[in-house]
């Protein structure tokens, strides 16, 4: 039994979101019964589009590029002000990129470097935190930077135009609060003790970027995720086998709960008359409330189906990622990554990292509140 118990315990802690999610449908599906109804409750365009993004991103770091581009960067900041600027800002361009959950698995390594070769992982706490809120953040003002963005730009089928339009205010006032924050780093000279170093893989670097511009050709519907995928898969199979091996199916197994759930929620009358009465009170706040509760994409989800106020969802499903650790599963992959280097100070991180981002969150709700008003 005790063989058994373990490993399920193990991967429980390790997939604490995708367990949460799979209890949370499970109790919904006893009062939605499976029905033809739950095929329709899966946005596969958002789904391909995920896998195919994680895929080529995976490639990516097999040939270093990533290090190879954010070090270029760093190592010509002198001081540790500067260095954290540029963490936080590499992981904030980023995510605009490569989504704001593979920004910080791409980004957060780089900074664990740079700050214990230079011996300052004292600093290490406050720059996850920003450099967690510069993926949440960053990640706002494009259809893919965000996965909650990615599912409502496809779902209520927004124009691009307007999606920027609808985030531009808040992602402009995010980028001066965190400069803002950011320079209270004190100017601490840095000696960096040892480097990596890679080349560039000419050949894979093409291939690669190609592929990375077709999912993005993806998201905009100019290709077809159906063929898009296919294409991208079997040249990955090709090149880089492992890419395929090392996407995150967990969160795409998530995506599918959550969408399960959100929908199964929706059919269910008390629920149904619930969020349809409050909703319209306040789209923005009751939708950064509910991120703090059951985390920001399933909120998107859920809400979706409660709501045609697009323009508020989307601010409020993208600053609720802010708040809680659970507000936003960016925020979960960077505590384990915090746990992971400083496994006795959590609580600490904990503390810090809650008042640090419910201070963004206060700020960025009265600056869309005030931007709605208007």
Known sequence: MKKIIMPVT???????????????????????????EYIGYFNMQTLATLFCTL?????FSHIH???????????????????????VFITFFGSMLLANDMALLTFLPLGFFVLNTTDNKQAMAFTFIMQNIAANLGGMVTAFGNPQ????????????????????????????????????VKPIPLTLK?????????????VYSALFVASILIVFRIIPYIEGTVIITLILLFMDRDAIKEVNYPLLATFCLFFVFSGN?????????????????????????????????????????????????????NIGGLGTLIASLASL?????????????????????TAINLSFLIALYFVESIYLAI
């Open 10 to 36: 193990g991967f429980a802690k390790k997939q604490f979101v995708l367990v949460i999610a799979a209890i949370a449908t499970i109790i919904t599906c006893f009062f939605v019964p499976v029905d033809k």
């Open 55 to 59: 895929a080529v991103v995976s490639a």
């Open 65 to 87: 590029i990533f290090e190879i581009i954010s070090k270029a960067i760093v190592l010509k900041l002198h001081n540790l002000r500067n260095a954290t600027l540029g963490l």
């Open 149 to 184: 963005n990615l599912y409502l730009y496809a779902y209520y089928d927004i124009d691009l135009l307007e999606f920027t339009k609808i985030m531009l205010p808040t992602f402009i006032a995010a980028t001066i609060l965190i400069v803002l924050i950011c320079l209270f």
């Open 194 to 206: 040892s480097n990596e170093n890679y080349t560039i893989h000419k050949k894979r670097t093409l």
């Open 265 to 317: 929620m929706a059919r269910i009358p008390a629920v149904n008359e619930l969020f349809s009465s409050i909703l319209p009170k306040n789209t923005l706040l009751f939708g950064i409330l509910s991120c703090q509760c059951i985390s920001n994409v399933p909120s998107a989800v859920l809400l979706s189906h409660f709501t045609a106020d697009y323009a508020q969802l989307l601010p409020a499903v």
């Open 333 to 353: 992959i960077t505590f384990s990554e915090y746990k992971k280097h400083n496994p006795g100070k959590t609580l600490s991180y904990v503390a810090k990292f």
